[in-house]
């Protein structure tokens, strides 16, 4: 078993705010939706063999608690493109040994990033 992908949510018309945000800062690729959910409006995208599919939702409201956990390579150097792209970058030592930070996405979802 293994994980496939995430959801976030999103309130309609954040599609290319989410695309700047996890493509361009983030460095995920956008992987095209199938036809059939197209309408539905969203973004989804990849990195390595993990997805995270952003869903419009109605009466969105972000996600403050619940989050993805992603492992990155470099975490430094994505905290600085995060901070450099103007997201807050928040520095959590409660795990002994594991360096990670919180952020969150352009519609106010809190991310975890970790070294990996």
């Known amino acids: 078993m293994h994980l496939h992908h ?3 949510s999103g309130p309609a018309g ?4 989410m695309r700047a945000f ?3 800062v983030l460095g995920m690729t956008e992987v095209e939706k199938p036809e059939a959910l197209r309408a539905r409006g969203g973004v989804w995208f990849r990195a390595g063999s993990a997805e995270l599919h952003v869903g419009i939702e109605e009466g969105f409201v972000p996600a403050r ?5 992603i492992a990155v390579a470099d ?3 994505l905290a600085e493109a995060v901070s450099a792209a103007g997201a807050p970058v928040t ?3 409660n ?3 594991l360096r990670r930070f919180h952020t969150t996405d352009p519609v106010g979802n809190r991310l975890e990033f970790q070294q990996g």
Do not use: N, R, T
Request: glycine content about 8%; charged content about 35%; hydrophobic content about 25%.
């Open 95 to 97: 795990i002994p040994g």
């Open 91 to 93: 520095w959590d030592e």
């Open 6 to 8: 995430v959801q976030v």
């Open 65 to 69: 608690k619940a989050h993805p956990g």
């Open 22 to 24: 996890y493509d361009s």
């Open 75 to 77: 975490v430094e150097q």
């Open 14 to 17: 954040c599609e290319d705010d």
